[in-house]
C-alpha cells in the first residue's frame, strides 16, 4: 500500500506563488511516473502537470505552462510543484497521485483513471 502526503497548499493573494509537495511511502518511488491534478467546487478533476519515473521528461497543461514547474527528488520519495503567478481561477484542491504500473508514461493527455494512488488534497486559495 502507497501513501501519498501532500501539503504547501494555502491562501496568497493574486500574482503570488506556493510549491506543493508530495511525500510518497515505500521503496519503489522512482520506478513510477507522478502528476499533479486538480478540482475546483463543480468542476471535474483535471490534468495539472506529470514526471516521467526519472524527472527527465515533464508535462502541463496549458493553463499552467509557463507558470508552474513540477520537479522530483527520488532520494527523498518525493515530487513538488512550483506554482508561481498564481491567478484566481487556480484555486482548487491539488492532488497528487502515482500513475499505474512500473515505467509507464504520462503525458499532457493523461487522465486521473492512469492513476493509481491518490493523496487526500491540499487545498490552494488565491485571492484576487
Known amino acids: 500500500q502507497v501513501q501519498l502526503v501532500e501539503s504547501g497548499g494555502g491562501l496568497v493573494q493574486a500574482g503570488g506563488s506556493l510549491r506543493l509537495s508530495c511525500a510518497a511511502s515505500?521503496?519503489?518511488?522512482?520506478?513510477?511516473?507522478m502528476g499533479w491534478f486538480r478540482q475546483a467546487p463543480g468542476k471535474e478533476r483535471e490534468f495539472v502537470a506529470a514526471?516521467?519515473?526519472?524527472?527527465?521528461?515533464?508535462y502541463y497543461s496549458d493553463s499552467v505552462k509557463g507558470r508552474c514547474t513540477i520537479s522530483r527528488d527520488n532520494a527523498k520519495n518525493t515530487v513538488y510543484l512550483q506554482m508561481n503567478s498564481l491567478k484566481s481561477e487556480d484555486t482548487a484542491i491539488y492532488y497528487c497521485?502515482?500513475?499505474?504500473?512500473?515505467?509507464?508514461?504520462?503525458?499532457?493527455?493523461?487522465?486521473?483513471?492512469?492513476?493509481?494512488?491518490w493523496g487526500q488534497g491540499t487545498q490552494v486559495t488565491v485571492s484576487s
Open positions: 497521485a502515482r500513475r499505474a504500473g512500473i515505467y509507464a508514461a504520462v503525458a499532457v493527455t493523461s487522465t486521473p483513471r492512469e492513476f493509481d494512488y
Open positions: 515505500g521503496r519503489t518511488f522512482s520506478l513510477y511516473a
Open positions: 514526471i516521467n519515473w526519472s524527472g527527465g521528461s515533464t
